[in-house]
């Protein structure tokens, strides 16, 4: 059994506990997550190698990553196997030979200074991962594959509630669109393998999600403004923070994802996010420093000159709708300001 921290481990047997979770279903079964080592992959990881513990399910669970020097916490898990390599390369799939039963494929370059300074890694690490990952999956007669897309498919667009049959503008003369049309393109490809060779693909499409679990070091605006409160520094906004973000704490979206692996439709999507944790980001900078500080810091504007270099997304004002996956019994459990106080919870009991 793996040492961790309090809010953690609470979070991780939060999700164990959610008896809307079929678990019995992955008994027996081979599970890959890719992207391991990334906030959802490991969040991933830990709850099924726990669940295998608790549950007694003899599940074959199998980690996929990069970077090898990222796999301390995660060797710990007791039975985890490794496979080791760029996603891109489908050479590096041959550690799996037999049957394959589930797949979460969370790899993905996530940093938006690399959307803009290294596009084609963006584009091919999206493009060239998932169609290997789809074609071990047809393979493999996979039971259930679960792609990890983004809020960000829907770009840009004028209507206030957006739910999954929705589309918006995105400026493909921009580097910083690579990240969202290649998530297109690759739900694209999810939907041309189940519809042509029946793969049982479902698309998660994640709201920002944050929480227990978040490095200490995200360069996201959230993790600035938490470090803001545990410091007790001001936050700086480098833009007005007019763009609406939409948002989930990192248990409640982990439960999403199962749910939509167990219960979900072949060939749908479903929006994973809080509706009622959908602020601009300027009124988050205002919930941290007055909810979760008491007003012992303020905000501040302070826009660089290099903003353009910075990866930001284009403003947005859209609130998602989840009412597709809440159909099949998820619930987010979690406020904004709750999931600010557990995340910085969870960074200070790893410096004890």
């Not at 953690?8 to 080592?37: H, Q």
């Not at 690579?178 to 393109?185: A, H, T, V």
């Not at 200490?216 to 007790?232: H, Y």
């Not at 826009?303 to 997304?313: H, L, M, S, T, V």
Request: hydrophobic share 40%; proline share 3%.
């Amino acid at each position: 059994m793996v040492t961790m921290a309090g809010i953690f481990r609470a979070d991780i047997y939060d999700v164990l506990s959610d008896n809307n979770i079929p678990w019995d279903e992955l008994s027996k079964c081979t599970v890959m997550v890719t992207g391991a080592t990334g906030l959802i992959g490991s969040f991933l990881v830990h709850v099924l190698s726990e669940a295998n513990v608790k549950y007694g399910l003899d599940m074959r669970l199998i980690a996929h990553v990069r970077n090898r020097n990222k796999v301390e916490a995660l060797a710990r898990e007791p039975g985890l196997e490794f496979i080791y390599g760029d996603i891109r390369r489908p050479v590096m799939m041959a550690g799996v030979t037999d049957r394959l039963d589930y797949i979460f494929h969370c790899a993905s370059v996530t940093k938006s200074a690399d959307m803009t300074s290294k596009p084609v890694d963006v584009t091919t690490t999206a493009a060239q991962g998932t169609l290997n990952m789809l074609e071990l999956a047809k393979g493999n007669q996979c039971k259930s594959f679960v792609y990890l897309s983004s809020m960000e498919f829907y770009g840009q667009t004028k209507r206030r509630k957006v739910d999954e049959r929705d589309s918006g503008y995105l400026d493909l003369s921009s580097p910083r669109s690579s990240y969202p049309e290649s998530k297109r393109f690759c739900e694209m490809l999810c939907t041309a393998y189940a519809a042509q060779y029946e793969v049982p693909v479902k698309i998660a499409r994640l709201a920002q999600t944050f929480g227990s679990g978040t490095p200490r070091d995200d360069t996201r605006v959230f993790a600035q403004f938490a470090r803001s409160a545990a410091t007790g520094g001001d936050i700086e906004l480098h833009t007005e923070g007019k763009s609406r973000g939409n948002y989930c704490y990192t248990a409640d979206t982990v439960r999403g994802l199962l749910t939509i692996l167990l219960k979900g439709e072949s060939g749908q999507a479903y929006n994973i996010a809080n509706t009622a944790a959908s602020v601009t980001i300027r009124e988050m900078a205002e919930l941290v420093a007055t909810d979760v500080c008491d007003g012992k810091i303020k905000v501040v504007i302070n826009i660089p000159e290099d903003i353009e270099k910075r990866g930001y997304a284009p403003d947005v004002a859209y609130t998602l709708n989840a009412d597709k996956l809440k159909d099949l019994g998820w619930t987010p459990k979690y406020g904004l300001a709750e999931m600010y106080t557990r995340m910085i919870t969870d960074w200070q009991e790893r410096l004890i």
